[in-house]
């Protein structure tokens, strides 16, 4: 538990004590360098909106595609279809929030290998979704390993060296069977581009065996029930702009990678598998709600509401029906916004301004705070899945594709929008009510400022908008979506 400090010239992020006289970067160049990594990340949102407004939503082709082979032997070819649009969105809006996120936190010492680091990330985190290769998707797929490696091992508070190795050797180690799987697959057809692949019918043994290789990568990135360590830790530990990259994006790569290797390619294999990972589903949602209602740090409470969200949209893509697959997509680009604005809230707001993550300590923070406890209730209600929220059409259009493929499945797992509310609503009332301000603290905090509004506004907005109008996702979508269906039930 930390006490504020006023009038240091130590600032405290996530318990790592950094000099702010660093002498070694004037504080005109610091902000010059991070202008220049801001601009840079917002050009590239930018060029993905240019990219969306010329997008022809009435294919299921691949749009935009480039060739390159110059660079090295193996050909590398990028393009972007129906589904692969909306992650790529996705990913362009929030990593500028990532970076706005720790504008005042890192040292100056430290800030260039920041600034690298998260633009490194977002151009590896683009390839994973632009690229038409599936072996190139398993390199980009990892690659990002390194640079969050170094983002937390470097950035993170006290377990730090901990939490980094956690996450690098959980999701190698888990990829390393998607490698097997994708190999074989070379092997026997002779190419791993997605188009050329999806024209090949797998016999049946063969399928079975690549799916459980590719399916064990895709449950330890999601990540379900046992295989959950690495998250909690890695969130924990991790900087505020490594927290905002792992739930917006990275826990997004499993979902994309489904309709990729999966649904098109081993329809036979995850189709008779369907009960085995709606029970993996459904016992990651009771097990991951039940914790998330008994912690009592803040950063872990929302850590472990996006391994529940994760398993609702992971069953919902395995549905084989139209209306789940399009609710999985919906309810992953829902959770990238609010999750991240609730790791913004509670990592970054609360714990700049206190030093502690202990749900115990705040109080009455709407007497302080009103502005905040606006936005902060606001990506409650999504995370709630209350109607009016992108959160919502996702979750119902998910559960409703449980219903269809298995109604016992789709009963047990309507339990989540009962947990969700639960363990949201009862942490919003002891952080927002509960009495008046903790006597840990000696001096009023200020509400909002400028930076962390329009951080915070952003992604209110896009979550009260694709709530209310959620065609500008489902019309781009539905030719993808209804192409997996037809190859499933070949």
Request: with cysteine; charged share 10%.
């Amino acid at each position: 538990m930390g006490l504020v400090i006023v009038g240091s010239t130590m600032q405290q992020e996530n318990g790592t004590v950094y000099n702010t006289n660093d002498k070694h970067i004037s504080y005109d160049e610091s902000t010059y360098l991070k202008s220049i990594a801001l601009t840079t990340s917002t050009l590239v949102l930018v060029v993905c909106l240019f990219i969306f407004i010329l997008f022809h939503f009435s294919s299921n082709h691949f749009q935009f595609i480039q060739s390159q082979s110059e660079i090295i032997t193996y050909s590398m070819n990028f393009g972007v279809d129906g589904s692969s649009i909306y992650f790529m969105l996705l990913t362009s809006i929030i990593m500028p929030i990532s970076l706005l996120s720790n504008w005042n936190s890192i040292s100056n010492i430290q800030l260039k290998p920041f600034l690298i680091i998260i633009l490194l990330l977002e151009t590896l985190l683009l390839s994973v979704f632009l690229v038409l290769d599936a072996f190139l998707f398993y390199i980009f797929f990892e690659s990002i390993l390194p640079p969050l490696f170094l983002l937390i091992g470097m950035f993170g508070s006290a377990n730090k060296i901990r939490a980094s190795f956690y996450l690098f050797l959980y999701t190698l180690l888990g990829s390393l069977f998607m490698l097997l799987a994708i190999l074989k697959m070379s092997s026997i057809v002779g190419f791993t581009l997605y188009d050329a692949m999806y024209k090949v019918n797998f016999i049946y043994y063969l399928q079975l065996f690549f799916f459980a290789g590719i399916f064990i990568a895709f449950a330890v990135k999601t990540p379900t029930i046992f295989l959950n360590t690495w998250l909690l830790k890695a969130h924990v530990e991790s900087p505020l702009s490594g927290s905002i990259i792992l739930a917006g994006i990275v826990l997004k790569l499993s979902l994309y990678g489904v309709f990729r290797l999966i649904l098109p390619l081993l329809a036979k294999a995850y189709i008779v598998s369907t009960s085995i990972i709606y029970g993996i589903g459904f016992i990651t949602i009771f097990y991951g709600s039940l914790s998330t209602i008994r912690t009592v740090d803040v950063k872990e409470l929302i850590a472990y509401s996006s391994v529940c969200h994760a398993a609702v949209y992971l069953m919902g893509v395995f549905s084989n029906v139209v209306t789940g697959i399009e609710g999985g997509i919906l309810l992953g680009l829902a959770h990238g916004f609010v999750s991240s604005g609730l790791f913004i809230c509670v990592g970054g707001v609360l714990y700049d301004r206190s030093s502690t993550r202990l749900i115990s300590v705040y109080r009455g923070m709407t007497q302080l705070m009103p502005v905040f406890s606006i936005a902060f209730f606001i990506l409650c209600l999504g995370n709630c899945g209350v109607p009016l929220t992108f959160n919502f059409i996702g979750e119902f259009m998910s559960l409703y594709g449980i219903f269809e493929r298995h109604i016992i499945f789709g009963v047990l797992s309507s339990v989540s929008i009962v947990f969700s509310a639960a363990y949201t609503i009862y942490m919003f009332n002891r952080i927002a009510f509960g009495g008046w301000y903790s006597k840990f603290f000696l001096v009023n905090i200020p509400d909002l400022n400028k930076r962390e509004l329009y951080m915070l506004l952003t992604l209110v907005v896009f979550t009260i908008i694709l709530g209310i109008y959620p065609a500008i996702v489902l019309d781009g979508i539905n030719y993808s979506t209804s192409t997996l269906i037809y190859c499933s039930l070949l």
